[in-house]
């Protein structure tokens, strides 16, 4: 009888790419080593009020949360996250926090954290953190998105990729910057599967209303907006641009996996900062939203350096490695 795993915050239900991808490679490293997910909880959702969550989680051997980048401020919905440690419906079960941004949280979430079977953070500073607020000794695994593959052809590349952000003055910034680079396309990390959206004129004009809605701001006249329709179609836009400009933490995973250049607009929580700090990249790409109007706009002035290379081969090969151990882990 194989091992019933309940996968708490699904964040591939949030049309997110760099989502998607870490949910799909939680599931498979576990369903490869002879889990079966039993079911998936989807991000932000009211479980303890839930009877058919409630009956889920009852029926499984282990609970997995999907800390991504939730657990940060002592947020509400992160808490209701934690609170599985103390419900009945989990008595009996192994708990394991995985894949967790963890940041600014108060002392009170220390008595979850210690019924927590396994504690995993994806980057060396939540780790340190975790470890405080818990009492033990927590380790880290880069994100889960780079600890496989891209899975796509390496070929020639071309033009500038500006993505989004999730503050929306980032995003009023990067729309902004739109002008200054040659052949740039607005793809965001987040999409639309509606057909409309890829219909000829009627998808055009709806393309062009939510830019100014979701950017504040009108952008070029010619606006090239596309909403790449899956994971896959994701990373081979960003595979074949010359620079990715982006305020999305996910969006530089993929910059990392498919070597693509970046800039990088960081958030109010560091992660872009944390990430790149960990895989030995340091600062120098991430630049403020005033940056983006005086950096370079030729693509060649920011490609990778050398030592920049080697650093992201080193780190894609880490990520794979104890992304392994940590599903094994899980499993033990």
Same mark, same amino acid.
Not at 157 to 185: M, N, Y
């Given at each position: 009888m =194989?091992?019933?795993?309940? @996968? @708490?915050?699904?964040?591939?239900?949030?049309?997110?790419?760099?989502?998607?991808?870490?949910?799909?490679?939680?599931?498979?490293? @576990? /369903?490869?080593?002879?889990?079966?997910?039993?079911?998936?909880?989807?991000? +932000?959702?009211n479980w303890p009020e839930d009877t058919a969550h409630l009956d889920q989680i009852r029926g499984a051997d282990i609970v997995v949360i999907n800390g991504e980048g939730t657990l940060h401020h002592g947020v509400d919905h992160a808490e209701r996250l934690l609170r599985i440690a103390d419900h009945p419906v989990a008595k009996g079960k192994k708990l394991c926090l995985v894949n967790a941004l963890y940041d600014k949280n108060p002392e009170s979430w220390r008595p979850y954290l210690e019924r927590f079977d396994l504690l995993s953070a994806r980057d060396s500073e939540s780790a340190r953190q975790m470890s405080s607020d818990s009492g033990r000794s927590v380790g880290w695994v880069p994100d889960l998105s780079l600890s496989a593959d891209a899975g796509i052809a390496s070929g020639p590349?071309?033009?500038?990729?500006?993505?989004? =952000?999730?503050?929306?003055?980032?995003? +009023?910034?990067?729309?902004?910057?739109?002008?200054?680079?040659? /052949?740039?396309?607005?793809?965001?990390?987040?999409?639309l599967r509606q057909r409309v959206w890829r219909m000829p004129i009627v998808g055009d004009v709806l393309k062009r209303g939510l830019f100014a809605a979701y950017c504040a701001s009108l952008g070029p006249a010619q606006l090239r907006f596309e909403l790449a329709l899956t994971e896959a179609d994701y990373l081979r836009r960003i595979g074949e641009a010359e620079l990715h400009v982006t305020g999305r933490f996910h969006a530089v995973c993929l910059s990392i996996l498919t070597e693509t250049p970046f800039l990088a607009v960081d958030s109010v929580s560091g992660k872009i900062a944390r990430l790149l700090r960990d895989l030995g990249l340091g600062q120098d790409r991430i630049v403020t939203g005033a940056d983006l109007m005086t950096v370079s706009p030729d693509p060649r002035d920011h490609a990778f350096l050398d030592q920049e290379l080697v650093a992201i081969r080193r780190a894609r090969e880490m990520a794979k490695a104890k992304a392994a151990t940590l599903f094994d882990t899980i499993l033990a």
């Open positions: =194989s091992t019933k795993v309940v @996968l @708490l915050n699904d964040t591939s239900t949030r049309y997110h790419h760099g989502c998607s991808r870490v949910i799909r490679l939680l599931r498979s490293g @576990l /369903e490869d080593r002879g889990a079966t997910i039993s079911a998936t909880v989807p991000a +932000r959702a590349r071309h033009g500038v990729v500006v993505g989004d =952000s999730v503050r929306i003055e980032r995003r +009023r910034d990067l729309a902004r910057s739109l002008s200054r680079f040659p /052949e740039p396309a607005f793809i965001p990390t987040k999409t």
